[in-house]
């Protein structure tokens, strides 16, 4: 027999403790089921980093250290956090010889951090923990330790089985399950979504660094690799990243090359300490979902999407979708006329403008040597606008070599050449990629 409840909520990352929490507070019957047994846990590699000050998938997030809260002005919701946090200001990209291509001047930026940050560093584990216990106090009915293998549609909405025999009907399913999402898989969601490769990735966390701006995002190109680094919510503490879509590289082996054998990069870490909280994951890549509704069933967070999301990105949708089925219930509408306004934000905002772009292969590394790198780094002669938002970023990089390319023709041709070489071989690379990958994960 089923256990029947208004909303199931399956994955308790941001999204679904988000979703819980709205739902719970409203008066809801709502479930949460999470296959970890310590739910607020993280065990995969995460920055923790949340966007503020500038918008993200249009919505808008502040920060208030001193009210301990969490913001979002557009649509509404607010969080407490009382625990730590480091300012982040944007984007740096390192060449292999240690030039700089800067987005913003971040010791200007510094001196006023709660105007000027784009991001902030939190602990996830504090954040979720809050979101949890608030969705707990609300009424929320928590199942941890508990993995959905199956999801069907009913009379009444749609039933989700557990391996362990339960299963849980209610009158809509919200699918938080993450990027390699089990939901979207049983339901054969990822059928209409084009798969374009696998990523493994490894973390390692440090406390101090030599690095000269430390408190942005940073992306490093060795000759072999790219890597990046990112400040945690602790102190002088940092997360170093190494991802790889190619099956012959070793995530650790890149990370142990970067911090200690790279001529350049190894120097920032001279007197780092390697701190024991180590991540890994291996994410699919697929498009997003383009209609993240079927049976009753709706997809929000890393769930619908291409990757990661960002935590601003999956609350936001955790929250939308909630006051939605609010508003569906109390209609009388459990179904998708109900969630119309939820599927048309999620189009006006997140797919519409992001969701259709296509992932390009850019392989620099494989095309141009570290000279190159070097001098195309440094060739731009003004710092480039501050911003935390990765499209941008892409755009802001085209639109200034764009105007540089008779420069580069003039002053360094063989490097136009291979420049031309990595625009021309985009989708073979992208087929190269996905090729390497592995959809079943």
């Excluded at 991001?119 to 923990?129: D, H, T």
């Excluded at 940092?238 to 790889?244: K, N, P, V």
Aim: proline share 5%; charged share 25%; net charge negative.
């Amino acid at each position: 027999m089923a256990q029947t409840y208004d909303v199931v909520i399956v994955g308790a990352g941001p999204a679904g403790l988000m979703a819980a929490r709205t739902l719970g507070q409203a008066g809801l019957k709502a479930a949460l089921l999470e296959r970890k047994k310590d739910i607020p846990k993280i065990h995969r590699s995460c920055g923790g980093v949340l966007n503020v000050n500038e918008l993200t998938f249009n919505q808008m997030v502040t920060f208030d250290e001193d009210r301990q809260e969490i913001a979002c002005p557009t649509l509404g919701y607010s969080i407490h956090y009382d625990g730590p946090h480091q300012d982040v200001y944007g984007f740096h990209l390192y060449s292999p010889g240690g030039k700089r291509l800067e987005f913003g001047d971040f010791a200007e930026l510094r001196k006023d951090p709660k105007k000027n940050r784009l991001g902030v560093a939190v602990s996830k584990e504090l954040l979720l923990r809050g979101l949890l216990d608030a969705s707990e106090k609300s009424g929320v009915a928590v199942f941890s330790n508990t993995n959905v293998c199956g999801v069907t549609k009913t009379e009444a909405g749609a039933a989700v089985e557990c391996d362990d025999g339960q299963s849980f009907e209610g009158r809509f399913v919200l699918a938080a399950d993450g990027i390699n999402s089990r939901v979207a898989r049983v339901m054969g969601m990822n059928k209409s979504r084009e798969f374009f490769g696998t990523t493994c990735d490894t973390s390692v966390m440090i406390e101090g660094t030599d690095c000269p701006d430390p408190d942005g995002f940073l992306f490093m190109f060795t000759p072999q690799y790219v890597l990046s680094m990112i400040p945690v919510a602790q102190k002088n503490c940092y997360h170093i990243y190494a991802t790889t879509g190619n099956r012959q590289d070793r995530p650790p082996a890149m990370l142990k090359q970067f911090m200690f054998e790279d001529p350049i990069f190894s120097l920032w870490y001279k007197r780092s300490r390697i701190l024991e909280h180590r991540t890994a994951c291996v994410v699919s890549l697929w498009t997003p979902i383009e209609k993240p509704f079927q049976d009753n069933v709706i997809f929000i967070g890393d769930a619908s999407w291409r990757r990661e999301m960002s935590n601003v990105g999956s609350m936001c949708t955790g929250y939308k979708a909630a006051r939605c089925i609010i508003q569906a219930l109390n209609e009388g509408k459990p179904n998708e006329d109900g969630m119309k306004e939820y599927l048309d934000w999620y189009a006006e905002n997140y797919f519409g403008p992001f969701g259709a772009r296509k992932p390009r292969g850019r392989n620099f590394n494989q095309y141009l040597t570290p000279d190159d790198m070097d001098y195309l780094v440094q060739l731009p002669d003004k710092r480039l606008p501050q911003t935390m938002d990765i499209f941008k970023v892409v755009n802001l990089i085209g639109s200034t070599y764009a105007e540089l390319m008779e420069r580069i023709y003039d002053e360094r041709p063989d490097t136009l050449a291979r420049l031309m070489q990595v625009r021309e071989n985009m989708d073979e690379d992208a087929e190269k990629q996905t090729r390497q990958g592995f959809k079943n994960i």
